[in-house]
């Protein structure tokens, strides 16, 4: 019987600074991205989250949608970052650094992290992170960070060559609590060190993660296409290739391994 969180989440029992004091939970909402915004606009405490069992209009990038049946964990995360804009990129890394590094503690799987905003099992896309940001030219006033994670969700038929599920991958459930909460404290701890710019720290373990350093790689952007090596990655969290062309500071785009 596939795992529902509604009326749970009261279980939680944070030990978190910031991410989780205050929980909107529903059984089934259109997109918590959406109605993060709406709590936003009403000045909601920072570190509030919103979770919903079903979403029936879950968007990624570029607004494609967000398969986001029972089973999984579709949530966002509303923050008042007050750092500079460009380093908006450092939030998406932070929270996938922090799905990682709870999957791997409650599993013992080890996953990949795809530039910009996707984590992986065996090459397949288990987690993805959309990042909305409200900034002016000074500071990010506000960033909602959506996560989808697929734990015991069926993967619809057309996607599973490029998705999967941790108990696909893991051989059975896994306690959607526990990955939450464990999701939510690391994430406290990465986001505290982004607030002292400590983004060395975050930069380490992702690199961890990502195995992406060395890599040829193609980036597509709307019309543009950029084809390098992967040098490293700036103190904003853009990809530094080398291309024919010379060195390209890249921030956006859909990433294929060549």
């Known amino acids: ?23 909107f939970h529903f059984n089934k909402i259109q997109s918590t991205n959406l109605y993060a915004k709406k709590l936003v606009n ?3 405490d920072e570190g509030t989250i919103v979770i919903a069992d079903v979403q029936t209009k879950g968007r990624g990038r570029k607004n494609r949608s967000w398969v986001s049946p029972y089973g999984g964990l579709w949530f966002s995360v509303i923050l008042y970052p007050d750092i500079i804009p460009k380093r ?17 503690d409650i599993t ?22 959309l990042t909305e940001l409200n900034a002016d030219i ?7 960070v959506g996560i989808g994670i697929n734990v015991n969700n069926k993967v619809d038929e057309e996607l599973k060559e490029i998705a999967t599920s941790l108990k696909q991958e893991f051989g059975s459930e896994v306690t959607s609590l526990r990955l939450l909460g464990l999701t939510l404290e690391n ?6 060190k982004l607030k002292i710019n400590d983004f060395e720290y975050i930069k380490k ?29 700036d103190d904003n ?12 500071n890249v921030l956006n785009g859909d990433i294929i391994y060549l």
Do not use: R
């Open 187 to 192: 994430f406290d701890n990465n986001y505290e």
């Open 205 to 233: 373990i992702w690199l961890s993660y990502s195995n992406i350093i060395g890599k040829k790689v193609k980036i597509t952007e709307e019309n543009t296409m950029i084809v390098g090596v992967v040098k490293d990655i």
């Open 138 to 144: 000074k500071k990010i006033k506000n960033a909602i």
């Open 88 to 104: 908006g990129m450092a939030i998406t890394m932070a929270a996938s650094i922090s799905v990682s590094q709870a999957i791997k």
């Open 237 to 248: 969290g853009y990809l530094i290739l080398k291309t024919d062309n010379g060195i390209k």
């Open 1 to 23: 019987m596939v795992e529902k969180l509604t009326h749970k989440l009261d279980l939680l029992n944070l030990n978190s600074k910031i991410i989780g004091k205050k929980v």
């Open 42 to 44: 009403e000045n909601i």
């Open 108 to 129: 013992g799987l080890k996953t990949k992290i795809k530039w910009p905003n996707d984590v992986l099992l065996n090459d397949k896309k288990v987690c993805g992170i």
